[in-house]
């Protein structure tokens, strides 16, 4: 289960969801009703693209304070985050399945997947991320 405003998933395939200005065509991510550029209100779902490049990235060594980190600080292990620039429209910030360093450079392909949400994962909770590589679209 994922919060069907950021992304669906069907066939395996994870599909993110942001909006285009009816007006500007400025592109979001996540979606709202009025756009960051022109001001104005009207703006359209729009399917983001599935592949795009490393735009930053760094590795997260220790836990987050909480909220919203809710695990043990035992239990953690560091985690890549990124952002990726999709479509060549925008850039979205997620959580990266490698936090290897040697496995990610800046302007490598990227592909959004879906992700068990860190501490809900009994939950049947989901969320995005991005791994390394072209993937299937």
Same mark, same amino acid.
């Given at each position: 289960?994922?919060? %069907?405003?950021?992304? !669906?998933?069907?066939?395996g %395939? ?9 007006? @500007?065509?400025?592109? !979001? $991510?996540?979606?709202q009703?009025?756009?960051?550029? @022109?001001?104005?209100?009207?703006s359209?779902?729009?399917?983001l693209?599935?592949t795009? !490049?490393l ?13 919203p980190? *809710? ?7 560091p ?6 620039a999709?479509g *060549? %429209?925008?850039?979205?910030e ?6 290897d ?7 490598m392909p990227m ?12 939950? *049947?909770?989901?969320?995005?991320g $991005?791994a390394? *590589?072209?993937?299937? !679209?």
């Open positions: 289960m994922i919060d %069907e405003r950021l992304a !669906t998933i069907a066939d %395939e994870i599909q993110l969801w942001g909006s285009r200005c009816d007006h @500007c065509g400025t592109v !979001t $991510f996540p979606q009703s009025s756009c960051p550029r @022109c001001t104005r209100d009207g359209e779902r729009h399917a693209a599935r795009g !490049t735009w930053s990235w760094t590795i997260q060594g220790f836990p987050p304070k909480s909220p980190y *809710g695990g043990s600080s035992d239990a953690f292990e985690y890549g985050v990124g952002y990726v999709l *060549g %429209e925008v850039r979205v997620g959580i990266l399945t490698t936090a360093p040697e496995q990610l450079a800046i302007g592909h959004a997947v879906a992700l068990p949400a860190a501490g809900h994962e009994q939950d *049947g909770l989901m969320t995005f $991005f390394p *590589g072209a993937g299937s !679209t």
